[in-house]
């Protein structure tokens, strides 16, 4: 299922993340793609027990410890650990549940879009953000979406 305007949608209406099992070391994949919305404009709200801060700002043991609006609660965490993490992002009010890429989990699905939030699976914000708004090159990432080699039985 192509649900690009979906994403781009969201992409666009939403700026504030909470990006959860954030680590703090430059390079991990979670750092590595808060630290690329953080600086094309997205408010990066880190979400792990093991940490004060990470990219300069204060860090969260749980979404529910969160002051403030959070509008997408981007995971990295395994499949088995998302129906909690839906739970919690119902409880404060997000928007969307985005699992990074290898997340899926069904279940955690039926459940957020039945509470009106929308959701999006096995996609990473930073490769969709730089797909629709010119990003690919930042810093490099192969996402396999561009490339110079010629496909297979051509």
């Known amino acids: 299922m192509d649900d690009s305007e979906k994403v781009r949608g969201i992409l666009r209406r939403y700026k504030t993340l909470a990006v ?3 680590s703090a070391q430059w390079h991990r994949p979670s750092y590595f793609a808060a630290k690329y919305m953080q600086e094309h404009g997205y408010r990066v709200i880190p979400v792990n027990p093991g940490y004060d801060t990470i990219l300069g700002e204060r860090c969260y043991k749980s979404l529910r410890d969160i002051p403030e609006k ?3 609660v981007d995971c990295f965490r395994k499949s088995s650990e ?3 993490l839906a739970e919690d992002a119902i409880a404060i009010g997000a928007k969307v549940l985005w699992m990074q890429l290898g997340v899926h989990n069904e279940a955690a699905r039926a459940r957020a879009e039945g509470a009106g939030l929308d959701v999006v699976e096995n996609r990473c914000v ?3 953000h730089g797909r629709f ?3 690919l090159g930042w810093a490099g ?5 561009i490339s110079a ?3 297979s039985g051509r």
């Not at 990432?141 to 979406?145: A, D, E, M, P, Q």
């Open 141 to 145: 990432v192969n996402t396999k979406v």
């Open 82 to 84: 998302i129906p909690a």
């Open 20 to 22: 959860v099992g954030l």
């Open 133 to 135: 708004f010119g990003g």
């Open 70 to 72: 959070v509008d997408v």
């Open 126 to 128: 930073k490769i969709e």
């Open 149 to 151: 080699k010629r496909a």
